[in-house]
């Protein structure tokens, strides 16, 4: 991990750590719909994993978490720890991402722990993007934090 990056590269890390909360706390529906194709709750997971495990000691040497806040959110990692290994179809199939009473759950919590730690309203933009490349089609996904006037 490197420990001496630029403002802007540990700018965009934090963003995309605070998507991955927001992401893990929205309706199972738009869930879906910002992660796109693919096993959509594995992707919630490590998003979460990738971007606090790995850089929550960058954070907060920046000043943007404290010791309080790393607490609250070592105690919610061992929480998900309970979704570690469930059959396939938890992580792939959008019915039990909308449905399952663990997704909820889950949902829930994330909820509470924003509100604890960030006391601010968040939302995902997605912006799409299909193209040709080298034969094949891809799609590139833009996601942006923001944040709701209520």
């Not at 934090?14 to 594995?42: A, H, K, N, T, W």
């Not at 663990?102 to 924003?114: F, V």
Request: some cysteine; charged content about 30%.
């Amino acid at each position: 991990m490197k420990k001496n990056m630029d403002y802007t590269t540990i700018e965009f890390l934090y963003e995309e750590f605070i998507i991955s909360l927001v992401v893990m706390s929205l309706p199972g529906e738009r869930q879906c719909q910002i992660v796109g194709y693919g096993c959509v709750g594995d992707e919630i997971l490590l998003d979460f994993d990738h971007y606090y495990n790995d850089f929550k000691d960058i954070y907060f040497e920046n000043g943007y978490l404290d010791l309080h806040q790393i607490e609250i959110l070592d105690n919610f990692k061992e929480y998900l720890k309970k979704f570690d290994n469930l059959d396939e179809e938890f992580y792939w199939d959008h019915n039990q991402i909308i449905n399952h009473p663990n997704w909820e759950e889950l949902r829930i919590k994330t909820s509470a722990l924003i509100q604890e730690l960030f006391n601010d309203n968040y939302d995902v933009e997605i912006t799409r993007r299909t193209e040709q490349s080298q034969g094949y089609l891809v799609e590139n996904t833009f996601r942006k934090l923001i944040i709701r006037k209520e």
